[in-house]
């Protein structure tokens, strides 16, 4: 897949997983940390205390909190959705500086990695090379694009099935903690992370964007939406 050339006011989808389709996040602990990444390395500015999140000795994620007044973060992206998944994850994003997603995905990777690589006593790469990237250039690709990356964790339960109820979809969703979706739909999870006005706004509030989520789950299998959107695919 070519780079993007990344251009102001564009909405990307990002993705990685890990290399050789490794999994990435082991643990609930190593989840946690990936979520506050995405908070921490949001800025412009350097992290004052990347130790803050993990104690290796305690297994603990929130040992010594960092006061950090948010008014005063210069974010470099807008984290409009997310996904995390046992060997990759998925992001939604839109730069607020000149080579704001590079310089975010390069302080994500990193960072990650180095924690990962210390906590299991590994060396090397632990994600596929470069992040992949694709310009929302279509309003389709937009339309459905947060929904395929809030479904994705079906696939851990429920990949190719078409029997199972769409409730049970929804609630599975509805519980999966290391996504977006809970906070769009009015429960909190990991509000800090996204910015989801925008997103609300276009879908008619919380309660829409739950009700067309679950038309989505009705109608996915027959309607085209998932195919429409096969070229940002990765797993």
Do not use: C
């Amino acid at each position: 897949m070519q780079k993007p050339q990344f251009r102001d006011n564009y909405i990307y989808h990002v993705f990685n997983r890990g290399v050789d389709k490794r999994t990435i996040f082991m643990d609930g602990a190593d989840y946690y940390r990936f979520v506050h990444q995405l908070y921490e390395f949001n800025n412009e500015d350097r992290v004052q205390n990347v130790r803050y999140y993990f104690d290796p000795e305690t297994m603990s994620v929130e040992s010594r909190p960092v006061k950090r007044i948010v008014s005063e973060r210069k974010k470099l992206v807008d984290i409009f959705v997310f996904t995390l998944m046992p060997n990759h994850f998925h992001l939604m994003l839109r730069q607020r500086i000149e080579n704001g997603i590079v310089k975010f995905m390069q302080k994500l990777g990193t960072g990650y990695t180095m924690y990962f690589n210390k906590r299991y006593e590994r060396t090397g790469s632990l994600l596929q090379g470069r992040f992949k990237a694709v310009m929302l250039s279509r309003r389709e690709h937009f339309v459905y694009l947060p929904y395929y990356i809030h479904t994705n964790p079906l696939s851990l339960n429920y990949r190719g099935s078409t029997s199972i109820d769409w409730r049970m979809k929804l609630d599975y969703l509805t519980k999966y903690r290391w996504s977006s979706f809970p906070d769009y739909i009015g429960r909190k999870n990991f509000p800090s992370i996204t910015e989801r006005a925008y997103i609300l706004n276009v879908f008619g509030g919380e309660a829409e964007y739950k009700q067309h989520t679950a038309s989505y789950l009705k109608e996915a299998s027959g309607n085209g939406a998932i195919e429409s959107i096969q070229d940002v695919k990765i797993d």
